[in-house]
């Protein structure tokens, strides 16, 4: 009785270290998506926010303004959060890691949440395809832009998906002036 309760018990453990190492947050060796597995949203797309995977809390809007392109986050009544990171880039972001995003916002700057890039040196009218990443901190809580159209999870060099943030890309029309 007492080896059959030794045998139950160690077999226990066993199933929980296995069941426990499958739950490990494998975020090493990140890859770049198949660009066939990329979505794109447009000006109509919805760029709605969720913390936590199912509390929406705002929206964002990408737009062209002058020489720059513009993001707006526009959150609920009451939210405010600590820091907000933004990639956008021509290509896919490198990382997953929000800090390693180019662009930050932090709790006491200015509020509501803009960021603002610089393209000045595009000179013609033309479709521009770019990629985008948002992720606020809200205490204790995160927060990514997941678009109704839909967008692309990071994945791991297995091809699983780390985390639940993602990005996308976004295609507008952008009208520059001519070149002097």
Same mark, same amino acid.
């Given at each position: *009785? =007492? ?9 226990? !453990?066993? @199933? *929980?270290?296995? !069941? ?9 060796? +990140?890859?770049?998506?198949?660009? $066939? ?9 919805? #760029? #709605? ?11 964002? %809007? ?6 720059? +392109? ?15 990171? @933004? ?17 930050? &916002? ?20 033309? =479709?521009?395809?770019?990629? %985008? ?10 927060? &990514?832009? @997941?678009?109704?159209?839909? /967008?692309?999870? &990071? ?5 699983? $998906?780390?985390? &639940? /943030?993602?990005?996308? @890309? ?11």
């Amino acid at each position: *009785m =007492k080896k059959t309760r030794n045998l139950f018990a160690i077999g226990t !453990f066993v @199933l *929980m270290g296995f !069941f426990l190492a499958s739950c490990v947050k494998d975020d090493t060796n +990140i890859e770049k998506a198949s660009p $066939k597995k990329i979505l794109k949203t447009d000006a109509d797309s919805e #760029l #709605l926010i969720y913390m936590g995977q199912n509390t929406l809390v705002g929206e964002a %809007f990408i737009y062209i303004q002058n020489d720059a +392109i513009v993001v707006n986050v526009v959150l609920n009544e009451g939210i405010i959060p600590d820091e907000a990171h @933004l990639y956008a880039g021509e290509a896919p972001p490198p990382s997953s890691a929000p800090g390693q995003f180019p662009y930050h &916002w932090y709790a006491g700057d200015d509020f509501p949440i803009s960021f603002t890039i610089d393209i000045s040196d595009w000179y013609e009218c033309q =479709k521009v395809e770019w990629y %985008f990443a948002l992720h606020l901190a809200i205490g204790n809580e995160t927060a &990514w832009i @997941l678009p109704s159209d839909g /967008g692309i999870y &990071w994945l791991n060099k297995k091809g699983k $998906k780390i985390g &639940w /943030g993602q990005y996308f @890309l976004y295609t507008f029309d952008a009208c520059q002036g001519e070149p002097d």
